[in-house]
T-cell receptor
Framework: GQQVMQIPQYQHVQEGEDFTTYCNSS?????IQWYKQRPGGHPVFLIQ?????EVKKQKRLTFQFGEAKKNSSLHITATQTTDVGTYFC??????????????FGKGTKLSVKP | DGGITQSPKYLFRKEGQNVTLSCEQN?????MYWYRQDPGQGLRLIYY???????QKGDIAEGYSVSREKKESFPLTVTSAQKNPTAFYLC?????????????FGSGTRLTVV
């Protein structure tokens, strides 16, 4: 079936280092969403990208949507301990209307060493 | 404050027993969803509902049942037919079905078979 692959599965960084997680789909996505789940918590919606080549920033977080709308990335500059958690991408595969499916990647678990 | 309330936070089920997980939202969202999360896995869709008195099976509906008698409520029953029910269950809602809007998640219910 349709899948959204997310890599890496785990990432351990020293506080202050940068972090990037990548999502790839075999099919074109109508849009892609990113969520953050803190340890023991629930996913929280961060952002949605819709346009080909779109780039959005939230403070130290930069989100990109590929030109072909098949891949996306989340980059965190100068990680802090508050960035710890699992980051999920979720791609919408559909016709742009109400039919389709939102497919979650398996997530990248980020740990930050102070 | 608007949000999604899931209860209970922790639930223990005996073999052969049915249990019901509660999900209530006061966001006035039309669409509601149930996801299952296992360690190292992404979110897998169990059931979803676009409007009252209507719901559809997701990717892993076997052994589960739902109802949507009120817009605010979308309870999930884990039946004895579900062979491996131990997991973290997440309820979510969105303004309309699927895409274009981020999901709001509840805080989840951790179900354990004893």
């Amino acid at each position: 079936g349709q899948q959204v692959m997310q890599i890496p599965q785990y990432q351990h960084v020293q506080e202050g280092e940068d972090f990037t997680t990548y999502c790839n789909s075999s099919t074109t996505l109508s849009n892609i969403q990113w969520y953050k789940q803190r340890p023991g918590g629930h996913p929280v919606f961060l952002i949605q990208l819709v346009k080909s080549g779109e780039v959005k920033k939230q403070k130290r977080l930069t989100f990109q949507f590929g030109e072909a709308k098949k891949n996306s990335s989340l980059h965190i500059t100068a990680t802090q301990t508050t960035d710890v958690g699992t980051y999920f991408c979720a791609g919408w595969v559909g016709d742009g209307g109400s039919q389709g499916n939102l497919i979650f990647g398996k997530g990248t678990k980020l740990s930050v060493k102070p | 404050d608007g949000g999604i309330t899931q209860s209970p936070k922790y639930l223990f089920r005996k073999e052969g027993q049915n249990v019901t997980l509660s999900c209530e939202q006061n966001l006035n969202h039309d669409a509601m969803y149930w996801y299952r999360q296992d360690p190292g896995q992404g979110l897998r869709l169990i059931y979803y509902s676009q409007i009252v008195n209507d719901f559809q099976k997701g990717d892993i509906a076997e052994g589960y049942s739902v109802s949507r008698e009120k817009k605010e409520s979308f309870p999930l029953t884990v039946t004895s037919a579900q062979k491996n029910p131990t997991a973290f269950y997440l309820c979510a809602s969105s303004i309309f079905i699927w895409q274009a809007y981020g999901y709001t998640f509840g805080s989840g219910t951790r179900l354990t078979v004893v």
